[in-house]
Each structure stands twice: as structure tokens, then as C-alpha cells.
């Protein structure tokens, strides 16, 4: 059996509420891991997965994607006596010297008050046995490339490489919000931040076929699946808004295509937000990037809304979210060519500045009510990336 130890990350700090960070985190990890035969294990605000060897690389990624976790390692468990605790050491520290290792210190911490050694002499009983038997290796206790780790708990535990978690808190800890999820780089890297503090996300996605071709739809798909496995799935809305871009682009004054399309994109969420009971929209805006993220477009698009938008990228550079989004695994796929918006409803000059007050009287001029009652009704949902 592999054995992984999984270090909890904030919830460490929650205080009152930890009981069900905890609870909900043992729970996402029991529904990510199922279909496998891996089991997992608390004792003393520690978790444990064993897995049988086979089913190492499907733990690892379920780890690498579990939220709420600041970081978790491969252990060996050794018997509680100093030498069979030194023996493991030499093991972790000829894997470490294999992965490139010259240095390295032993950080020793023992809860069982009745092993033999205290926490310094056996850090320094296992740094001895290491340099014996691997003579290229050297103690640096200020700088060292690796450390490894023991713990004499209720097993002796023995971990040297550790891999950092997603961090934040375990999905499902903070309610649930409503992502707009377009094709690009953005709003996939919205969403997963969003799921990374706790929060449980749906998506909807506004189609325009066939001035948005079904490739774009399958990318978005795509998109979600991908977030989903981080965000214990998600459910993707699709809403057909082509009458509605039509009539935008028959009806409105050019400039202002973009901001009352979101305006309209808006109103269609909100709605689908309702049915679902999600308490805030979510979107991958960044201010100034684009004509419409611009302050006075941004309160446009939100000018008719009672629910709150969130928008976790808004002080973020480009560089940074493409970054999120290559760490992430959704760049990739964002960058595909299938466009999420056609040219044909992009005006060349659209508004900068957008007053609030006419957007509304264009908006309204519009009647689209209807037209977005039909989106929404008539919306397609499918289930992506659920464990
Ligand atoms: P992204 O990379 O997320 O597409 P962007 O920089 O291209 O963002 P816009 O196209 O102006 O910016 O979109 C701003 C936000 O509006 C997006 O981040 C997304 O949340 C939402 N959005 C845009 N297009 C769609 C769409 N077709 N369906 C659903 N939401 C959309
Ligand atoms: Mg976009």
C-alpha cells in the first residue's frame, strides 16, 4: 500500500467552524476518489490516503485538485523504535539524492512522548545514518534542497517530497454562485478562483449559432469539464441568444452593441441564477482590458441586476491570469481559435464611457424580455467534470 498524507491548509484556522471545513473537505475527497481503491483515514486533524500502487497516478491528481489543502506528500510508515525510523530516513534521502538532492536536513517532531528519542536527537540520530550511508550528501540546516520530514504520531511517519495543494478552502464551505463562462482566458480562471474559496459554481454560457460555431460551444465544454474537476463538477448552461444578438444589431445604435449584449447576458444569468439559488454572478472581467470593462461600461452591464457580480480577476494583468490559467491546465484550451463572439456583433468604435441612464433607455427600447424568457426556458444543461 502508498501511503499519502494530506496537510489541511486555512481551515487550520477556522476556529469554530473547522468541525465542518473538515467534514465537507473528507467528504469532496471521498466523492473525487470514488470508483478507485484508495481509502482514506483521519486521526488528529490528519488525513491519509492508502491506495494500492496501481492507483497511485489517479490519488496524486485527485490530490493536485482537491481545494482546501495547502500541500501533500508520499509517506513511509516505519515501526516506532530509532532504527527502523533512521532506515526509512536512508530510503527517503536516496530518493531525494536520485531526484538531484545534495543537501538536506532532518525536521523531526514526535507526539509520542514515549519514543525513545526527543525531537532533536532523533533529527540528529537520522541526519548521522543519512550521511553514512550517502556520503554526497550534506547536512544544511539553514538552506537545504530538501527536507525530510518525521513524525512519530501514532505510526512513525517519513516523507521527504512534497507537493503544494490548490490551498483556499473545500468546495462547498461558501455558498453557491453563477459563473459566466465565455471561451477565453478569463473566466475559466474566474471560476476556479472563485471554487478555491469554497464556493459551489454553475456556469452559463451564451451561444449565438451559427455566428458562434458549435466548436466554440464544445470549447467552452471543455472549459467547464476541466474547472469541474477542481470545482467537484459543474453544471453548464447553455442559452441560445441569437434573436436577441439579431435584434441588437438591427435595433440598437452600433457603439453600444457590446454593452447592451451584456446587459442582455446578464438579465438571462441572473434568471438561470434564480432557478438555481446561487446568491452572485461571476465574470472574468479585468478593468480596462477590453472597451466594455471599462468602470462606466461595468456599472452598465450591472445596472439592472439585483444580485451581486463578482469579479475576482478585476485587478489582475493579463500576464498573471494567463499564468493561473496555464497552472491551472484551462490555457490550452482557451487559446483554440473558435471564437466566442462573432465579428459581426463587435462594433469597430464601440462606447467607452457608457452613461448608465442611456444604456437603460436603449436597453428597454429593445423589449427583449420576452426573447430572454425563451433563452432561458429553452437553455440546455449538462453535468461537467463530476468525479
Ligand atoms: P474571457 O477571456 O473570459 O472571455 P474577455 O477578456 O474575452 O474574457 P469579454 O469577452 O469582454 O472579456 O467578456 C467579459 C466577461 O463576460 C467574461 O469573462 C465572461 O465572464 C463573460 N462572457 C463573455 N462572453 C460570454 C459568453 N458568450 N457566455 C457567457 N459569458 C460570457
Ligand atoms: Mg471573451
Redesign the pocket.
Known amino acids: 500500500m502508498e501511503v499519502y498524507l494530506i496537510k489541511p491548509g486555512e481551515l487550520t484556522l477556522k476556529g469554530g467552524n473547522k468541525a465542518d471545513f473538515e467534514f465537507v473537505l473528507k467528504r469532496n475527497l471521498r466523492e473525487m476518489l470514488r470508483g478507485s481503491h484508495a481509502s482514506i483515514e483521519t486521526t488528529h486533524g490528519r488525513y491519509y490516503v492508502r491506495t494500492p500502487p496501481e492507483g497511485e497516478q489517479q490519488v496524486e491528481g485527485v490530490l493536485d485538485r482537491l481545494m482546501g489543502i495547502s500541500g501533500w506528500a508520499k509517506t513511509r510508515i516505519a515501526e516506532k523504535n530509532p532504527e527502523a525510523v533512521c532506515a526509512a530516513c536512508v530510503d527517503e534521502a536516496k530518493a531525494l539524492f536520485d531526484g538531484g538532492a545534495r543537501s538536506f536536513k532532518v525536521n523531526a517532531r514526535r507526539t509520542d512522548k514515549s519514543f525513545p528519542l526527543d525531537s532533536y536527537q532523533l533529527a540528529c540520530a537520522a541526519g548521522e545514518a543519512v550521511t553514512e550511508a550517502i556520503p554526497e550528501l550534506t547536512v544544511d540546516v539553514h538552506h537545504p534542497q530538501n527536507t525530510i520530514f518525521v513524525e512519530i504520531r501514532e505510526k512513525a511517519y517519513i516523507y521527504g517530497f512534497g507537493r503544494k495543494g490548490c490551498g483556499g478552502l473545500p468546495v462547498g464551505t461558501a455558498s453557491r454562485g453563477l459563473?459566466?463562462?465565455?471561451?477565453?482566458?478569463?473566466?475559466?480562471?474566474?471560476g476556479y478562483m472563485m471554487a478555491s474559496r469554497g464556493m459551489k459554481i454553475d456556469a452559463?454560457?451564451?451561444?449565438?449559432y451559427p455566428y458562434?460555431s458549435e466548436e466554440a460551444r464544445q470549447k467552452?465544454l471543455r472549459l467547464a469539464e476541466i474547472v469541474g474537476r477542481y470545482s467537484m463538477g459543474i453544471r453548464l448552461y447553455t442559452l441560445g441568444?441569437t434573436a436577441i444578438q439579431m435584434r441588437i444589431k438591427e435595433q440598437a445604435p452600433e457603439a453600444w452593441a457590446?454593452v447592451l449584449l451584456?446587459m442582455a447576458?446578464m438579465e438571462g444569468?441572473e434568471k438561470i441564477a434564480r432557478r438555481r439559488q446561487s446568491k452572485c454572478l461571476?465574470?472574468?472581467?479585468?478593468l480596462s482590458?477590453?472597451a466594455?470593462?471599462t468602470v462606466e461600461n461595468i456599472i452598465c452591464t450591472q445596472s439592472r441586476l439585483k444580485l451581486p457580480v463578482l469579479r475576482p480577476?478585476i485587478g489582475m494583468h493579463k500576464e498573471a491570469i494567463i499564468r493561473k490559467a496555464c497552472a491551472i491546465g484551462t490555457y490550452e484550451t482557451?487559446i483554440l481559435p473558435y471564437q466566442?463572439?462573432c465579428v459581426l456583433f463587435s462594433p469597430p468604435h464601440p462606447v467607452l464611457r457608457g452613461d448608465p441612464a442611456e444604456a437603460n433607455r436603449l436597453y428597454e427600447a429593445l423589449e427583449l424580455g420576452a426573447m430572454i424568457d425563451t433563452a432561458v426556458r429553452e437553455s440546455v444543461m449538462e453535468k461537467c467534470g463530476f468525479p
Open positions: 459563473l459566466l463562462l465565455s471561451g477565453g482566458i478569463d473566466s475559466p480562471v474566474a452559463v454560457y451564451i451561444h449565438a458562434t467552452v441568444y457590446t451584456r447576458m444569468a461571476i465574470t472574468g472581467e479585468s482590458q477590453v466594455s470593462q480577476l482557451s466566442d463572439c
